[in-house]
T-cell receptor, first 115, second 115 residues
Framework: AQKITQTQPGMFVQEKEAVTLDCTYD???????LFWYKQPSSGEMIFLIY??????QNATEGRYSLNFQKARKSANLVISASQLGDSAMYFC????????????FGSGTRLQVQP | GAGVSQSPRYKVAKRGQDVALRCDPI?????LFWYQQALGQGPEFLTY????????KSGLPSDRFFAERPEGSVSTLKIQRTQQEDSAVYLC?????????????FGPGTRLTVT
């Protein structure tokens, strides 16, 4: 079975500072993908970043980077230079090609960026 | 280009009524997923289609839930005899391929309230 754990229900960060959102995962499948999505109050799920289990380097997309530590089964999201528009729910998710072929989501972290 | 669209965006149903939720995926996308998101939680998988074939319906919570994608494009999620616990946001997502490296694009969701 696959499981995603996000232990931070809520986080605060000052504008322009960096913030790390934690994510740990559990799977016995050697081949998987890890994703982060942003969900603003309007409700849409916005894809941020993807990391494959066999990728050697940590993924980066603009101000987003994924700190992938395979041995620890962690995939933390780092947002640099936070902006007020970053205030939202953030979900970590995993997808494997065996078993249930769909995203398994964590419970999310609500990030609030303060001016 | 057009993204994933869902209709209606909001639906209020009286307990016991049947509802039908529609998803229009991105044109040409092979995979289609339905998720249920309860308030304050991460999305939970309901069912998965590859073209017109429903390959996984293990997440459907009861036999009152039924989904179809008869021509491999538009999908409908039907809930019979709605109950209060069915109140949630129903998200549809599509992806261009069948592997985990393919990004899932989400629609805006349908918020179902059962009174």
């Amino acid at each position: 079975a696959q499981k995603i754990t996000q232990t931070q229900p809520g986080m605060f960060v000052q504008e322009k500072e960096a913030v790390t959102l934690d994510c740990t995962y559990d799977t016995s499948d050697p081949s998987y993908g890890l994703f982060w999505y942003k969900q603003p109050s309007s409700g849409e799920m916005i894809f941020l970043i993807y990391q494959g289990s066999y990728d050697q380097q940590n993924a980066t997309e603009g101000r987003y980077s994924l700190n992938f530590q395979k041995a620890r089964k962690s995939a933390n999201l780092v947002i640099s230079a936070s902006q007020l528009g970053d205030s939202a729910m953030y979900f970590c998710a995993m997808y494997t090609d065996t078993g249930r072929r769909a995203l398994t989501f964590g419970s999310g972290t609500r990030l609030q960026v303060q001016p | 280009g057009a993204g994933v669209s869902q209709s209606p965006r909001y639906k209020v149903a009286k307990r016991g009524q049947d509802v039908a939720l529609r998803c229009d995926p991105i044109s040409g996308h092979v995979s289609l997923f339905w998720y249920q998101q309860a308030l304050g939680q991460g999305p939970e998988f309901l069912t998965y289609f590859q073209n017109e074939a429903q390959l996984d319906k293990s997440g459907l919570p009861s036999d009152r839930f039924f989904a179809e994608r008869p021509e491999g494009s538009v999908s409908t999620l039907k809930i019979q005899r709605t109950q209060q616990e069915d109140s949630a946001v129903y998200l549809c997502a599509s992806s261009a391929g069948t592997g985990f490296s393919y990004e899932q694009y989400f629609g805006p969701g349908t918020r179902l309230t059962v009174t």
